[in-house]
């Protein structure tokens, strides 16, 4: 099976490598501060995964996850993920990130900013809707009614095909948004994002609910951009 480097651990990252490993895969996980910082949660996970950093886990993955705050996407190692297939679940919080001009104005997305820092990579968007106590309780066995879908975005439909094999094997459906620039549809604080997989009425941490693919749609075309809320 593919190996899976991830660009980034905290709770989104270290879900997915979760499910991943539990899954079958082989996992490299880094962050910014140094392979020894996860030690535990190396050992966690077992046999399959190890620590390294953000270049040697782009070198390692067959299949990339960047998942670090927006405003670091500029260090995220471009040279070794030429090629690649590579997950993006950048949100854009501007108190955290500070303000980025083009996507104020919004005349961009956050995963084309990656795209064009990584612009010998395939991105593709995903995992960015949904919180990571919903992503690492929510998953499901193939054909279970209970299974829910996430969204995707990208402008290589090889590269959307990858992840959503990826996706699938972790225990998801997927729903195809389109090109990158669609990808607004599912960003922070759309009708997509977080809370349809929530449990309507109750306090965060929210227990998790299904989302269907039709529950999925209908949240994406009622999506507004910034500038007209």
């Known amino acids: 099976m593919a190996t899976i480097g991830l660009i980034g651990s905290g709770h ?4 997915v490598a979760r499910l991943a490993v539990d899954a079958g895969y082989d996992v490299v996980l880094s962050n910014s501060r140094g392979p020894e910082t996860l030690t535990d949660l190396v050992e ?32 995220v190692p471009a040279e070794p993920l030429r090629g690649k297939v590579v997950i993006d679940t950048n949100n854009y919080y501007p108190d955290r990130d500070g303000h980025i001009a083009e996507l104020d104005d919004e005349s961009t997305t956050t995963s084309e900013l990656l795209q064009a820092h990584l612009q010998e990579s395939h991105v593709v968007k995903a995992f960015n809707n949904i919180i990571a106590s919903h992503l690492g309780t929510l998953h499901r066995r193939a054909g279970d009614p209970e299974r829910s879908v996430l969204a995707i975005a990208g402008d290589d439909d090889a590269a959307k095909r990858t992840v959503t094999e990826f996706i699938e094997a972790i225990g998801y459906d997927t729903y195809d948004v389109g090109p990158l620039s669609e990808g607004w549809r599912f960003q922070r604080d759309t009708a997509a994002y977080t809370t349809p997989y929530a449990v309507p009425g109750t306090a965060y941490p929210w227990p998790g609910r299904q989302l269907t693919a039709h529950g999925l749609k209908e949240k994406l075309d009622a999506a507004v951009r910034y500038r007209d809320l």
Request: hydrophobic residues 45%.
């Open 44 to 75: 966690q996970l077992g046999p399959r995964a190890r620590a390294a950093t953000p270049a040697d886990a782009a070198v390692a993955g067959d299949i990339v996850v960047v998942t670090v705050p927006l405003g670091a996407y500029r260090q």
């Open 12 to 15: 989104i990252g270290s879900t």
